[in-house]
Structure formats: C-alpha cells, structure tokens
C-alpha cells in the first residue's frame, strides 16, 4: 500500500527524529527497520510490509488456483461434477454397446412388465443430431446445477424427468428412447432462478436467449425423431419447473 512520506520518524532507543529513508538511527545505532522503504516514482513509500503480505497471499507454486464463474459454487463434494460426467458417460457407453446390442433389447415397451429397459432405454440413442441435444443440455445444465447445488439435485432431476419421463411416454405414447426429458427437466430447473429474478427485475447471471433455443430444439426433437416422445419431454419440463422453483429457496452449496 502506497503512502505519502512521513518528515521525520522518532528512534524508540534515543527518541531522536530521524529520516524516514533510513534503516539505522545515525545516533545510537538502533535498527528501525529491516530494509528501506521503496520510494514510487511519485515519490510515494510503499511499506515492506504490505508487499510481505500480498505474497502471502498468493497460492504457493504447487497449489492450483480454483477457478469459478461468477455466480457458480463449487459443488459440496468436489470441484469436478461428477455425476453430470458419469451421466454423459453411461450414454456414450450404451452407444457404443449398441453395436453389439440389439435395439429391441433396449427398447422398453411396457413399464409394467419390463421396468429395467428404462435404464436401458433413457440412456440408448438411434439418431446422433438427438443424442448429441440431449446429451450437450444434459453435460451443460446438468454441470451449472451441479456446481450450484451439488449432485444430488443433478442425479434426482435425471431420474424422475428421465426415467419418469419414459415410463410415462411408454403408457401414453408407446415405445421410445432418449434423455429428452431428463436434459429439458436439468435446463428448467436451472432456468428458473434466472427467470425469477429477471421477472422481479434483479440480476442474474445466466443467458435465458440461449437456454430458450436450446430448450426449443430438445422439446422439438420427437417432430423429427420417431423414437422421442412428446410425452416424455413434458414430464421433462414439469419436473424441471417445479423442482426449479425448489431450488431456487434452496441457498447454494
């Protein structure tokens, strides 16, 4: 911190006055400082001190500094979202392994008499353009909620706005595949908060025009893909809002 020099400062040994730019007393020999002050070029005096502290204040050389986006906690179990990562990961495992797997073993067509296929099928994809929406609102969403509540949020919209979702269009709609669901309930429940506060006229930190296309595209998937379903992105955004509206008295983690 840089500070206006001082005319004179008093020797605690002799109490004679001394210069402030020197670091012995030229009368007793008292040590007044370890090292001079270091004079600005507008002839301010910047305190030893201050610097010693900023230094101290910096992360050592092998300690990492944790970087964050304005608005975004760290998630309560670690800095990396690791339940949004092994989410997008079991997709990408399921399309590879659809390969050697057969489609109708994925398939679920009854919820009552095949309830293990919607883990199968909330995760299996027959078109990249939709697994590729689904899985980029699933990794982006999924991630922002994640490191502002933590997984356990992340992983619970996931279940009951993906699974829900299917075991709800498989009743209604017949067979399908896909997140939708799961990836429009994750961008709803993030949107909310933004939304509320936009709405009241606050500020908030997310980009509802992006959210909104991305929105769009996912809940318009099922007009270009058979295997989605409209049914299982409504429940998707349901979901999302009202576990969104949740959330958002929830304090972040």
Not at 74 to 79: D, K
Not at 224 to 229: D, G, L, N, Q, Y
Request: include cysteine; hydrophobic fraction near 50%.
């Amino acid at each position: 911190m840089a500070t206006g020099p001082d005319l004179f400062v008093v020797c605690k040994n002799c109490g004679s006055e001394v210069s402030p730019y020197i670091t012995e007393c030229p009368y007793c020999g008292t040590r007044l400082r370890k090292r001079a002050p270091k004079i600005e070029r507008d002839g301010t005096i910047s305190d030893p001190r201050s610097r010693r502290t900023r230094r101290a204040q910096r992360p050592a050389s092998g300690q990492r500094r944790e970087r964050r986006i304005p608005g975004v906690r760290s998630a309560a179990f670690g800095s990396r979202p690791w339940a949004t990562i092994t989410l997008v990961a079991l997709s990408m495992f399921m399309w590879v392994a659809l390969i050697w797997i057969a489609a109708l073993d994925v398939i679920p067509f009854s919820f009552s008499v095949q309830p293990e296929r919607l883990l199968y099928g909330v995760l299996a994809y027959f078109n990249g353009w939709y697994q590729l929406a689904a899985l980029l609102a699933i990794g982006l969403y999924g991630w922002l909620l994640e490191r502002r509540h933590g997984p356990l949020p992340v992983v619970g919209l996931f279940v009951l706005g993906g699974v829900g979702g299917l075991a709800a269009a498989v009743e209604l709609d017949g067979p399908a595949v896909g997140a939708n669901g799961a990836a429009l309930a994750l961008l709803c429940a993030w949107a909310v908060r933004d939304a509320v506060a936009g709405r009241r006229g606050e500020d908030y930190e997310g980009d509802l025009l992006g959210t909104a296309v991305i929105s769009a595209v996912v809940f318009l998937m099922p007009a270009f893909v058979p295997e989605a379903s409209w049914v299982a992105g409504g429940v998707g955004v349901l979901v999302g809002a009202i576990g969104g509206l949740i959330l958002a008295r929830v304090p972040e983690s």
